[in-house]
């Protein structure tokens, strides 16, 4: 009987199917789920720079620069990710082999992992950008003031107290810009990149195994969530360790 259900389900052809070794498509799917992952982290850290460049510009910064920042966070956050990527990806591209030709070098082909990188990197750093200026805004202003009235230069001042205090309150929104980051790779197969989402839609055209590939790439998918929540809690944990606790209101 249990031989019966396991073939009804079709569990012996999935795990054919998700096999490491060839026939079987899982080692694909696993070198997509790493291809992912690389992007991701690429693009989070490259998005994390420019939001902190973005949010210092836009609170301390010349009325050019706010504005200028202020069109590149409304122009990003406005247009749909996709559309962005093609314009990035390609326009980008095209446009680095311009000056490239105009300089009298040769044209260069940027690799797939590169690319991706910079593409959602910019996205990234639009979002991260107002994330970051909202933290360094909940620091209470005393903190700012006193590290100021002791003379401490300004470099000092965002390393040692800015950055510090900053910190608890920019990790749940940088949380869910880490996971829009894992989700946004998928978007990179249309430029034909092998991450998770091309993988799958690979293997599934292959074998027409669509619901097998599918659940397996949201399982994977899942997975990466749940990892990166629990970490992202511990970090905020430790970040907000000597910190009044937040308590909801009640009777």
Do not use: H
């Not at 749909?80 to 390609?90: T, V």
């Not at 970490?231 to 909801?248: D, I, N, T, V, W």
């Amino acid at each position: 009987m249990f031989d019966s259900l396991i073939q009804f389900l079709g569990l012996g052809d999935a795990a054919v199917l998700l096999a490491l070794e060839p026939p079987g498509w899982g080692g694909n799917l696993l070198r997509g789920l790493v291809n992912s992952i690389q992007i991701a982290l690429g693009a989070f850290a490259l998005g994390l720079l420019i939001g902190t460049g973005g949010a210092l510009g836009k609170l301390y910064g010349g009325p050019v620069t706010r504005d200028l920042l202020a069109v590149y966070t409304t122009v990003v956050r406005a247009v749909p990710e996709l559309i962005l990527i093609l314009i990035l990806y390609y326009a980008g591209t095209d446009l680095l082999n311009q000056i490239l030709v105009a300089m009298g070098r040769q044209p260069v082909e940027i690799s797939g992992l590169v690319a991706g990188i910079g593409v959602l990197g910019v996205v990234q750093g639009a979002y991260a950008t107002e994330v970051l200026r909202g933290a360094i805004q909940a620091i209470p202003k005393g903190q700012i003031e006193a590290a100021r009235a002791f003379g401490m230069p300004q470099a000092l001042l965002f390393r040692r107290i800015t950055l510090p205090a900053m910190i608890s309150f920019a990790l749940p929104g940088m949380a869910n810009l880490w996971l829009i980051a894992t989700k946004d790779t998928a978007l990179l197969a249309v430029v034909g990149f092998a991450e998770l989402t091309l993988e799958t839609k690979q293997a599934a055209g292959s074998t027409r195994a669509y619901f097998t590939f599918y659940l397996a790439a949201g399982l994977l998918y899942l997975a990466v969530t749940l990892v990166s929540s629990a970490l992202f809690a511990l970090l905020e944990r430790r970040a907000r360790r000597g910190q009044p606790e937040l308590r909801s209101g009640g009777a």
